[in-house]
């Protein structure tokens, strides 16, 4: 069995036993009803991870994401909200947020793929820089007042008549995210590019890729992720707010990649997997409030978990060489 | 030397299985006090499992190893070295920012908590003065060449007094000089009392060195013989189980129109007024020391480290060479000499790894087709005979010679016109090399020019049109075939 396969079924194992344990402890657990809301609240998380997933895919990291989410939808909001929160306004609001996100990834990309200063270094100076620079744009105002129309997605629910029961709509964009994101990693020279770089970057360089320019464009899908969830987030709390996931949202992304089995040295892992590494964290805190856990007990045992991932991983995943 | 010497290190039924193969299957041999001892056997005979259960960094199913008498039982590394046992690596792991001084003691500090420089380089110079050989002590390892790192890592096994020392594939970056100062101290150890595991797939050195040689194959000891009971064509058919007629595919075809020709080439002080032609149809070999510039010359004209000097003519226009990526749309493509570093990229499957260069040949607008990627994929690994599960395991899992067919396969199905090859076969067995040569042949004839640097001077003589010799940075000169022996390339590289 190949080293890949083994990892892939280490992880539906894990993913298997969660759903097993979380439904004996939690009989609400595998109700319709529980799931859309757990489905529903990592929808920021997933968004952030799978833009993550490509970038630690090439052994880098993005400690940026959760700050660039707050200052593209304060921007995309601002925009918005300046042109009058009608619906041709919340399209203009919906593109500046995506277009400010791109554009950060891209800066911070090109520092590294240019420039040769780690991923780490970079990003978490754009960790501070964004966060401010959120805060400075809207004077530290949060944008509120959104339309019901913008919040349309964060909470919204389509095809209620059709199934009885709804689905978030939040949920189809993140799912529709995660299923392009996936493709490209396996159907386009792109992503057959970012493995070969996570792999060995000087083998990818002599091989003739673009290291340089996929290199950015990985930071920059990044950025326009972690848009997408600042809007998410937004259109759910109905405003922009400078402190929007300032809860350390950026690290719960990492813990989705590496929860996911992506290796954080690059070469390994893939987007679907980061999405059942965020619906694994998911899942576990509400469970664990079931059981009367408080949060900072959760926070020691969502760590455990992630430390276990990892041990598992390691163990399963390699081959003998 | 000693004929009836006792058994200083005696291995007896090794067996060790992983969950997919079974990698030794009995394997015994003694090895004595005062003598070198070779062991020979394709990749995939069972040496580096054999080596890593004496090194201590694997345990067998079954079967002892005593030193000395006394068996050996469990324990790391660190243990073995401590008993008497020390291994110095294919690999080299030295740490390149520290100087000799510091690598050669590292994990073995003399004196107590406190570094002591006095103590560390008076120890260190001794230890060198043992082998016979100077180098800088406060240098750090990264400016040394790979003949004086090689020795830094003897010096490293010798700190710790080591009885029994496994030498694992030291020449494979050796050129023939520094292979001379190696064998001599490989010698100077076993005089000392010491005995010696040497590894090569170079049969001509074990002739050399070894006072009796070990053949393995398929996980078993086929022959223990003293080295002056067999011949090389004895060994290569006990290592593949079958006689090779033919070593080298003839050379029997004219190559056509120039294709290529460098003038003033030229990097830093690597190497400087380097000139020659290719033709279409071309074997053109490059022989030299190590340390001769062979490989700045290929790095260089492959784009990975672009010259800084010089002029560059491809098929009659001039061209400037500034990435892997420009030399590739020129048609001009490198396969390197360090496939770990620089060429493999170990977790992806063969066929990613296999078509990782020539990615346009099956995608439009970035998408991929993978089902002609799988097509081209075999054909190309097919054309090399390439022993692999499938073309879907790891690159990593595979053997050093097939996994040199997968990067051979990346090169060619770039469809290059000029193919620079850095030590095609190093670390590549005698069936693979074999394959290698036939493939390297059929590419030539075909029309594509090559470019060939190797250090095993036999391979170059034996495939090239033509040699270019060279020496510290510079051409030295350029023989026919008919003029290119053993005596006059070295004559030019000395």
Redesign the interface.
């Known amino acids: 069995m ?3 396969r083994r990892s892939a079924l280490a992880l539906a194992g894990v993913a298997f036993a969660f759903l097993a344990t979380f439904s004996i402890i939690d009989p609400a657990f595998l109700t319709v009803a529980n799931q859309r809301n757990v489905l529903q609240q990592i929808g920021a998380t997933v968004l952030l991870g799978t833009g993550m997933t490509l970038v630690v895919l090439t052994g880098g990291i993005d400690l940026a994401v959760a700050s660039t989410a707050a200052l593209s939808a304060v921007a995309g909001a601002m925009a918005a909200s300046a042109a009058g929160f009608g619906s041709g306004a919340l399209a203009l609001g919906v593109v500046v947020a995506l277009a400010t996100g791109a554009a950060v990834g891209t800066v911070q990309g090109s520092i590294v793929a240019l420039a040769g200063v780690p991923p780490f270094l970079v990003t978490l100076a754009g960790l501070t820089v964004l966060r401010g620079a959120a805060f400075l744009l809207c004077d530290g105002v949060p944008v509120a007042n959104f339309p019901e129309a913008a919040r349309g997605i964060g909470r919204g629910f389509v095809l209620e008549s059709w199934l009885g029961s709804s689905i978030p709509a939040s949920l189809v964009v993140v799912v529709a995210f995660v299923a392009a994101a996936e493709i490209v990693l396996r ?4 992503g ?2 970012l ?2 770089i996570g ?2 970057s ?9 290291v340089r320019r996929d290199l950015i464009a990985a930071y920059a899908v990044s950025g326009l992720a972690a848009a997408a969830g600042g809007l998410l987030v937004a259109s759910r709390q109905g405003s922009a707010d400078p402190k929007l996931a300032r809860e350390g949202l950026e690290l719960d992304a990492v813990a989705a990649v590496v929860l996911g089995g992506t ?1 954080l040295s690059g ?2 892992g893939s987007a679907i997997r980061t999405f059942v590494g965020a619906w694994l964290i998911g899942s576990l805190r509400p469970v664990l409030n079931h059981l009367g856990v408080e949060s900072y007990g959760q926070d020691v045992a969502v760590g455990l978990v992630i430390l276990a991932a990892a041990l598992l991983d390691r163990f399963m995943g390699r ?3 | 030397m000693n004929d009836a010497g006792p058994a200083l290190l005696a291995v007896r039924d090794l067996t060790k299985s992983f969950p997919s193969v079974r990698a030794l299957d009995g394997v015994s041999f003694d090895v004595r006090a005062g003598e070198v001892h070779a062991l020979v056997g394709e990749n995939g005979a069972g040496k580096s499992t054999l080596l890593k259960i004496l090194a201590g960094a694997l345990a067998p199913d079954s079967g002892t190893v005593a030193l000395e008498g006394r068996p050996l039982r469990g324990g790391s590394p660190a243990a073995r070295r401590r008993a008497g046992i020390a291994m110095v690596y294919q690999e080299l792991p030295l740490v390149p920012e520290m100087t000799v001084v510091e690598n050669v003691l590292l994990g073995n500090e003399p004196g107590g908590f406190f570094v002591r420089p006095d103590l560390r380089r008076r120890r260190v110079a001794e230890l060198l003065a043992e082998l016979g050989v100077r180098l800088p002590l406060d240098a750090p390892v990264r400016i040394l060449g790979a003949g004086e790192r090689q020795l830094v890592e003897i010096a490293k096994a010798l700190a710790v007094n080591a009885k029994v020392l496994l030498l694992d594939e030291p020449s494979a970056s050796l050129g023939p000089s520094d292979f001379e100062r190696l064998a001599a101290i490989v010698r100077r150890l076993a005089s000392r009392g010491a005995g010696v595991v040497y590894i090569s797939h170079r049969i001509e050195e074990i002739f050399r060195v070894a006072d009796r040689v070990t053949v393995l194959r398929d996980g078993r000891t086929v022959s223990t013989d003293a080295a002056g009971s067999v011949d090389r064509a004895i060994v290569i058919e006990r290592m593949v189980g079958r006689s090779l007629s033919e070593e080298y595919p003839a050379i029997d075809w004219e190559p056509g129109e120039p294709i290529l020709a460098v003038e003033g080439f030229g990097r830093g002080a690597a190497f400087d007024g380097v000139a020659f032609t290719m033709r279409r149809g071309e074997i053109l070999g490059v022989a030299g020391l190590v340390g001769a510039g062979r490989s700045d010359v290929a790095m260089a004209l492959s784009g990975a480290r672009p010259a800084g000097r010089g002029r560059v003519r491809l098929r009659g226009e001039d061209v400037a060479i500034r990435s892997p990526a420009e030399a590739l749309r020129l048609g001009i493509g490198l396969l390197t000499e360090d496939r770990r570093a620089l060429g493999l990229v170990p977790d992806r499957p063969v066929r990613e790894n296999a078509t990782l260069a020539a990615i346009s040949r099956f995608s439009s607008f970035g998408w991929l087709d993978l089902g002609r990627e799988r097509s081209l994929a075999k054909e190309a690994l097919d054309a090399l005979r390439l022993r692999a599960p499938s073309i879907e395991s790891r690159v990593a899992d595979l053997s050093g010679g097939n996994q040199q067919k997968v990067l051979l396969a990346r090169l060619w199905l770039r469809r290059p016109e000029v193919l620079v090859v850095d030590e095609p076969t190093r670390g590549v067995d005698v069936g693979a090399r074999a394959e290698i040569y036939a493939r390297l042949v059929e590419i030539a004839r075909a029309g594509a020019a090559i470019l060939l640097i190797s250090s095993d001077l036999p391979e170059v003589l034996g495939l090239s049109h033509r040699v270019l010799v060279m020496k510290r940075g510079r051409v030295a000169g350029l023989l026919e075939r008919s003029a290119a022996t053993p005596d006059a390339v070295m004559r030019l590289a000395a």
């Open positions: 190949s080293p890949q159907r386009t020279a792109f057959r590019s493995y070969a792999g060995n000087e083998a990818a360089r002599l091989a003739g890729l673009p290796s070469g390994r081959g003998r060489d």
